[in-house]
């Protein structure tokens, strides 16, 4: 179930699709994707986050739609900074998730406290398939957290939305594909 224009106007949606293309975070050619699918363009979100003031653009669009309560979570690498950029904004504390747990030390999956019972929203760059963020989920809720939504800047409208529904968490997009191929920077 992908909330269309959740939280956030169209002008704000506007300008992050004005944003993301003006930074050339839209690039075309042939790419692999993280679900290992191939696609004739990629969103690469680090060329928005790279720069202070267009990662705080996103940081305050996705401060807008963070619930009292909310802690914050993302998947290494992509969403660290939006992460961190969003926290800064609202000052909650963060979760960082590990793709692989580290072979030394603690060895966990994550950084950062998860209190039993504590309610998180994730924090994506981009969403294809929901994979990735299906499996912050599946580690959140491993330590004890609910979670029951997924802040992405950019869904690529490729199957996120019905994924994650059928965990229960509602995908909410900065802005869709389908919203970039119509914007103009």
Request: glycine share 10%; no cysteine; charged share 25%.
């Amino acid at each position: 179930m992908v909330a269309p224009e959740v939280g956030g106007s169209g002008d704000e949606r506007a300008e992050v699709a004005r944003l993301l293309l003006a930074s050339g975070a839209v690039k075309f050619g042939t790419f692999t994707l993280t679900s290992g699918r191939t696609s004739t363009f990629y969103i690469d979100v680090k060329q928005v986050w790279t720069d202070p003031g267009r990662l705080r653009v996103i940081a305050r669009a996705f401060a807008r739609r963070i619930r009292p309560g909310e802690r914050l979570a993302g998947m290494e690498l992509g969403a660290v900074p939006l992460v961190v950029a969003t926290a800064l904004e609202i000052g909650r504390p963060i979760v960082v998730l590990r793709k692989q747990p580290k072979d030394h030390g603690t060895q966990q999956l994550f950084e950062g406290e998860v209190p039993a019972g504590s309610t998180f929203v994730l924090l994506e760059d981009v969403t294809t398939t929901g994979g990735s963020v299906l499996r912050s989920v599946e580690i959140l809720r491993a330590a004890g957290a609910t979670v029951d939504r997924a802040l992405v800047v950019v869904d690529r409208e490729e199957g996120a939305g019905p994924t994650l529904a059928t965990a229960g968490v509602i995908l909410e997009p900065l802005v869709t594909l389908e919203e970039l191929r119509h914007a103009t920077p």
